[in-house]
């Protein structure tokens, strides 16, 4: 049977979702401040891992846990929302399908208690 990784066009596809994706979030006035100074080829390389392990794809992520790789950057509700919102959008673009999308989402929220650290501006 086919994972869900081949079945959405495996590599290829998640490589122009990550393009995509932080395209739009660095256009995003809210995100963009949060991702200067980083790597942006890094940060592809192992947003496309990360969503490939999800998706059972041949990759095992080997970053650091995502409490760890977050903390410190000041990511507020809204910011994270936002975030979670483009990569809907990025998924939709690159023709994923539903049932992968909404994997892809389930598990990136899933992580929002650990990346979220800062309070809410009122
Ligand atoms: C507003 C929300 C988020 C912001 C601003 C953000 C920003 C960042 C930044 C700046 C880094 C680089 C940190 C460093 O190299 O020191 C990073 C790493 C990473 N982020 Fe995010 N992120 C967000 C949400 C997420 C979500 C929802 C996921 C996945 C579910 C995710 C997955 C990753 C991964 C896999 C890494 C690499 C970890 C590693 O270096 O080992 N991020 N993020």
Known sequence: MMTMY???GGHE??????VVFYRRVLRDPLLAP?????????LRAHQAAFLGAVLDG????????????????GVTTDAFDALIAHLAASLVDAGVTAAAAS???????S???AIVTAADQP
């Open 103 to 109: 994997r892809l989402t389930d598990a990136a929220e």
């Open 13 to 18: 596809t998640l490589r122009v979702v990550v």
């Open 58 to 73: 041949p990759h095992v992520f080997t970053g650091r846990s995502m409490r760890r790789a977050h903390a410190g950057l």
């Open 34 to 42: 949060l991702f200067e100074g980083f790597d942006l080829a890094r």
């Open 6 to 8: 081949e079945q959405i």
């Open 111 to 113: 992580f929002r208690s």
